[in-house]
């Protein structure tokens, strides 16, 4: 805060020296360089005014200036550390003569800072040095200058800020965050305060109004209050915080006590109050704060000190909660919370990390700090019952967490606790853990949990419900041995092992039910019926550790209901079983999997002494997605060369559906895509796994009704592909793409290990509303487009092929839309973009819609890089589009310019609209900037000509 304080006052303390010399000047203009100069030295940077300097001095000194830069270091990415359209500042006259600048007004329009965060910690603050280069210096950080530096002392009245803006980057998360400031107003009676604050910032997409009074922060003890009120774009309420109290050795160390409220969401959903509030750079105590969500409080207090190794306990309770109601209130959180996201934030997708094969793991707990924590309710009410006497207590210290207590009563006296052990310090993480569960009354826990039974339950059946969980989990293997779960005559019984130490690795699992009736719990009126119980048992294969062309693993098991009574039948023996052994380079298969969206069965074997290898049956769902195929593999032995032959159909298979990147909560999945790599790390320089193409020769066909998936929407998919001594043809691939007709050809030479491809595409009558690709806005056009591709490659791997790539990419289509975009609005905003029209171009060119007669496009890809060779569209006689396009695939970057020129003015410069970044996320820019500067200099071109109309009078 200090270091903008003396920036800011080096500045004053230079333009107020010209104001008091410019009145007595003829043209104060003429010492601009002189102004610039000097400023420059001071700041270490590149000052410069690019408009006038005017004054005034009636009832005391006015100095103004326009157009003021002040540059950015070497390191930094934006042009200008600072940007302003004009200053103006006014000084009260007689305070001068004691020495004193009195500050009775600043106005500052339209500044612009971008504020540089770099990864080793430096900034690009202009902070005056007297060696350049000084501010990038993380070990010899300057030193801040002292008050006696300044000759006068400093009396701001108001400080007014209007249209700010200010642009943080930081480098070492490669973020950029923007805060626009619409009207800010500081009052300061001295550098040293008192001040106030009021005005409003727009961040996150949020309208913040601020208001502020600090006192003098050379007192032991200042006076601090801070509101803040966050509305959204309506201009509704949505977080209110309110702090007051006293900071003490604010120069020194800084520590405040005082009072805290927040509150957000409508009705004040979300309240938390601290009225014994207080802390300071070792410590903090919230005192008994509270939390209402809704109807319901909690009683809340943490404490801490904060040192080398922090010790923090925090302790949550509350005495009866109605759990309806607090659900309730969660859901309007959630909606609350949700509005509060900017209209522009993008949801992020993660994707699991990848295995870490003979990596030692480290213990992720933190090692340094020590947090102890206490839950406790008093009841959690619903349904006209409890749960009663609900405890949490545990201890993260020294990288183990252990809960000494996780418990709760059950209506009914039934009882669930948990017992938990994790950690080792500095160790790999090891969980220890054991669950209980012991329902004594089902009918009513059934009642308090909303869940309607039969009355045969009601009348006694089944009223007792235990579970033991014990388990273990560590950096190699996961075991839950002692598994055991009753409901009453239902025993659920079995143990799970997955070892990565075994040779093969083993996957195991043994769970059995031996009866179950559903009729209890579904009301279907019948009675329970007996059945035998069938053992199960599976366990890993022995086998030695050979290399093999498959890896050695064996993955065994079963989970079987011995009998499953349901609407008066019993199905016996219901399976899901897994028997797969890779060994010695034989692997027989059988899985069948039943859980939605997805059902799977595949029947697989291999056999060498036969030579052949196949795929018996496999059948696959995933929601709409249905698919069957087949396949075998002969002549794999006594030196004949392998030829196979393999078919896939299916009504319909959507790639979002069959492949989700990411689920919800309840695992379905939710059609997200992973974060794509950046650059040339997207494509793999591995050399392609090409040999076995060569080794076996064959055909396959294909036959789907829909396929969605890459961007693609093929109805009618149909073709064939051969493969022959390492080339793979496709061959007569046709379908109705986006609409309309297409036909596919195409070749992969994979004979050599520098591999080549050509592919040949025509579509007829492409509807452009179903486009849907990366970098392809959909819906922005409308229309029917011809189109052919004919590209070709090669390489030894897909980094090679796609740095390759050549070719040709032509449509044309005739007679569409172009949405929106309304360049007839653009047109009319640029005729009148010196009165006020200039407001309406981003608009023109975000909304509406235009039509076009005609629209061809010739890209034209070399080495990997397309451009455009040829763009036309025809979109009437106001405007003209120019369009350049580039999109370097190998290091994944697009830049898509557009320039748009009003026909009637041929002299007038162009808008260019440029979209810039990764194919998948560009971003957008507007620049204006040719289009300004013509009508400033048409402006002062007016403007000086009218003085020499008139003469110069002094």
Do not use: C
């Amino acid at each position: 805060m200090k270091r903008f304080g003396v920036i800011f006052g080096l500045i004053l303390i230079l333009l107020f020296g010209a104001a008091l010399a410019a009145p007595f000047l003829i043209d104060v203009n003429q010492y601009k360089g002189q102004i610039e100069s000097a400023a420059q030295d001071a700041l270490g940077r590149e000052v410069e005014i690019k408009g006038d300097i005017s004054i005034g001095f009636v009832t005391g000194p006015k100095l103004g200036l326009d157009q003021l830069i002040i540059a950015n270091d070497a390191r930094g990415d934006a042009d200008a550390f600072l940007t302003m359209e004009e200053a103006r500042v006014s000084i009260a006259l007689l305070p001068l003569l004691s020495g004193t600048i009195n500050v009775t007004e600043i106005q500052l329009g339209a500044p612009v800072i971008h504020f540089e965060q770099y990864a080793d910690g430096a900034n690009n603050l202009p902070l005056p040095t007297e060696n350049e280069g000084a501010t990038a210096d993380v070990d010899q950080p300057a030193e801040e200058p002292s008050d006696d530096a300044l000759p006068y002392d400093v009396v701001i009245g108001a400080l007014t800020i209007k249209k700010g803006m200010v642009h943080y980057h930081d480098h070492a998360n490669d973020s950029v965050e923007v805060i626009e400031i619409p009207a800010l107003t500081v009052s300061l009676d001295s550098l040293d305060g008192p001040f106030s604050l009021n005005g409003q910032v727009t961040a996150y997409g949020q309208q913040i109004a601020l208001s502020a009074d600090v006192g003098n922060i050379t007192q032991t003890k200042t006076r601090l209050r801070a509101d803040v009120n966050l509305q959204n774009d309506a201009g509704q309420d949505l977080l209110t915080a309110k702090v007051s109290g006293f900071v003490a050795d604010l120069k020194g160390a800084p520590q405040f006590s005082g009072v805290a409220n927040i509150a957000g969401g409508p009705d004040d959903l979300i309240v938390v109050s601290f009225d014994s509030l207080s802390g300071s750079a070792d410590e903090f105590d919230t005192g008994d704060g509270t939390v209402k969500v809704g109807d319901n409080k909690f009683a809340l207090n943490a404490r801490g000190v904060l040192g080398d190794i922090p010790d923090i306990s925090v302790a949550v309770s509350a005495g009866r909660i109605d759990l309806p109601v607090l659900m309730a209130s969660v859901e309007k959180v959630q909606a609350f919370i949700a509005k509060m996201q900017p209209m522009d934030d993008r949801a992020g997708s993660s994707t699991m990390p990848p295995a870490q094969d003979s990596q030692p793991v480290t213990n992720p707990l933190p090692q340094d700090m020590t947090v102890a924590f206490n839950l406790s309710v008093d009841a959690l009410a619903m349904n006209d019952d409890a749960v009663r006497q609900i405890g949490v207590s545990g201890k993260l210290e020294n990288g183990q967490l252990t809960l000494s207590n996780g418990s709760a009563q059950l209506p009914g006296s039934g009882q669930v606790n948990l017992i938990l052990a994790s950690g080792q310090p500095a160790a790999a993480l090891s969980v220890d853990g054991t669950l209980d569960v012991a329902i004594s009354d089902l009918p009513r826990f059934a009642k308090w949990a909303g869940i309607d039974l039969p009355a045969d339950a009601q009348k006694g059946t089944y009223q007792q419900v235990t579970a033991k969980l014990p388990f273990n989990a560590t950096q190699d293997a996961v075991a839950v041995r002692g598994l055991r779960m009753t409901l009453d005559r239902s025993v659920l019984s079995g143990a799970i092992d997955y070892d990565m130490r075994a040779r093969p690795a083993t996957v195991s699992y043994r769970l059995a039910v031996d009866q179950f009736n559903a009729d209890d719990y579904m009301n279907t009126g019948t009675d329970p019926v007996a059945a035998q119980t069938t053992s199960v048992e599976g366990e890993g294969a022995d086998a030695d550790d050979n290399a093999t062309s498959f890896p050695d693993i064996a993955v065994t098991g079963r989970f079987e209901v011995g009998a499953l009574t349901y609407a008066g039948a019993t199905y016996r023996n219901v399976l899901l079983q897994t028997d797969l052994t890779s060994v010695d380079n034989k692997v027989t298969a059988q899985f069948g999997f039943r859980a939605m969206p997805y059902q799977v069965l595949v029947q697989a074997n291999y056999d060498p002494a036969l030579g052949q290898a196949s795929i018996d049956r496999m059948t696959f769902a995933a929601n709409k997605s249905r698919l069957s195929g087949t396949a075998l593999v002969t002549g794999m032995g006594n030196g004949q060369r392998p030829q196979f032959k393999a078919a896939l159909s299916g009504p319909y298979l959507d790639m979002n559906e069959v492949m989700p990147a990411t689920v919800d909560s309840q695992g379905k999945p939710t059609g997200g895509s992973t974060a794509p790599a950046k650059g040339n790390e997207r494509w793999s320089k591995e050399q392609l796994p090409l040999a076995p193409l060569r080794t076996v020769d064959g055909t396959f066909t294909l036959a789907l009704d829909r396929f969605i998936g890459f961007g693609l929407d093929i109805a009618e998919m149909k073709g064939q592909a051969s493969l022959k001594k390492g080339v793979l043809k496709l061959e007569d691939v046709t379908g109705a793409l986006f609409g309309g007709p297409m036909q596919a050809n195409g070749t992969f030479d994979a004979s050599t290990d520098q591999s080549s491809m050509l592919l040949d595409l025509t579509v007829k009558d492409a509807d452009l509303e179903k486009i849907k690709l990366g970098f392809w806005r959909k819906g922005r056009f409308a229309g029917l487009v011809d189109g052919t591709m004919q590209l070709n490659s090669n390489g030894a791997s897909m980094f090679d092929l796609v740095k390759g790539l050549k070719g040709d990419i032509k449509f044309a289509g005739e007679k569409g839309a172009l949405r929106g975009m309304d360049l007839r609005k653009l047109a009319t905003a640029v005729r009148n973009f010196d009165k006020g029209g200039a407001a309406q171009i981003s608009s023109a060119l975000t909304q509406g819609e235009t039509p076009f007669n005609d629209l061809d496009m010739w890209l034209a890809f070399q080495d990997g890089v397309m451009t455009s060779k040829q763009i036309k569209t025809d979109v009437g006689s106001d405007v003209k589009v120019a369009s350049d396009l580039m999109l370097d695939l190998p290091n994944w970057h697009a830049n898509f310019t557009t320039g748009f020129f009003l026909v009637e003015k041929k002299d007038l410069p162009p808008i260019s609209l440029q979209f810039k970044g990764p194919p998948d996320n560009l971003k957008r820019r507007l620049d204006t900037e040719a289009i300004q500067k013509h009508y400033v200099n048409s402006l002062v071109n007016k403007g000086v000509q009218k003085l020499f109309e008139r003469g110069f009078k002094f």
